[in-house]
């Protein structure tokens, strides 16, 4: 697979230069999001679980769209969106993405939910679910990460 | 071992722009606290050691590079930048909120365009 690496074709660096930096993107919105809402969870500021959320729509959505998008345009470039049968590390790639969309939209309303509640028991409880599913969410996308860079069979 | 030392370098680069998003979000003015903020302190230096010695590893490891590449001599030359750069807005991020001076908030963005720009060798690897 190095070999592979050191032999790809120049019209492939820019739709992997995108993927790359999105997926990196991605994880370090999650991280900051993350962060974010166990800190809002934890201390009950409305203001941090503003910022949580903010970061969620801002950060964590527009890395999403630049991996997935960049993630079309790489498979194309490589011929695996005519496969029949993909390797296994392009279907990890496939679930952790599409996984993530699911999460992201259950961890937007769950904060979008907690931000109406206001400064009360539900809404610090609504604000630790959110937290999970990102906590989820960024798990997948390091087997994601894994699965990329060691491309098992 | 090669696929293993690039998750390895992927992972570091993973805590690299995890510490970048925290001070990012410092650098537009939002309050996290300076706890905090040293924690991602420590993962950003983590991050660039580990970028540092597992990028040296796969150069070494891999069959056709050389560490005395252009494209990885480039990228040593942008990581001893980086850091000390990087360093600036956690360093002056203290406790209560106090804003953070604009020196830091400018060489934050700066960190943040090298940081792009190792990326951007790493893909392309100009002149290799």
Request: a neutral charge; hydrophobic letters at 65%; aromatic letters at 10%.
């Amino acid at each position: 697979m190095s070999a592979l690496a050191y032999l790809r074709p120049d019209e492939w660096e820019l739709p992997l230069f995108l993927h790359v930096l999105g997926a990196l993107c991605l994880i370090g919105a999650l991280v900051l999001t993350t962060t974010l809402l166990v800190s809002a969870w934890r201390s009950g500021s409305a203001a941090t679980l503003r910022l949580g959320v903010r970061s969620l729509l801002f950060g964590v959505v527009p890395a999403w769209i630049v991996l997935r998008g960049s993630a079309e345009w790489v498979a194309s470039k490589e011929g695996y969106s005519d496969l029949d049968k993909p390797p296994a590390w392009i279907d990890i790639g496939y679930v952790a993405g599409d996984l993530g969309l699911l999460l992201l939209l259950a961890s937007g309303v769950c904060g979008w939910l907690a931000l109406r509640r206001g400064n009360d028991g539900a809404a610090a409880t609504t604000a630790k679910v959110a937290a999970v599913l990102l906590v989820i969410l960024l798990a997948a996308n390091l087997v994601a990460l894994w699965a990329m860079a060691t491309k098992p069979a | 071992m090669s696929d293993t030392l690039l998750f390895l370098h992927l992972l570091a680069a993973a805590l690299v722009f995890s510490a970048v998003a925290v001070f990012s979000a410092v650098a537009f003015g939002a309050r996290i606290e300076a706890g905090t903020v040293r924690v991602f302190r420590l993962l950003w230096n983590a991050g660039l050691v580990g970028l540092l010695i597992f990028g040296i590893a796969l150069a070494l490891d891999i069959d056709g590079y050389e560490i005395w590449d252009a494209w990885i001599l480039i990228a040593i030359a942008l990581w001893l930048a980086v850091g000390p750069i990087g360093d600036r807005l956690p360093i002056a991020v203290r406790d209560g909120g106090a804003p953070v001076p604009a020196a830091a908030v400018r060489a934050h963005w700066l960190a943040v365009a090298l940081v792009v720009l190792i990326l951007a060798d790493m893909i392309w690897k100009p002149w290799a």
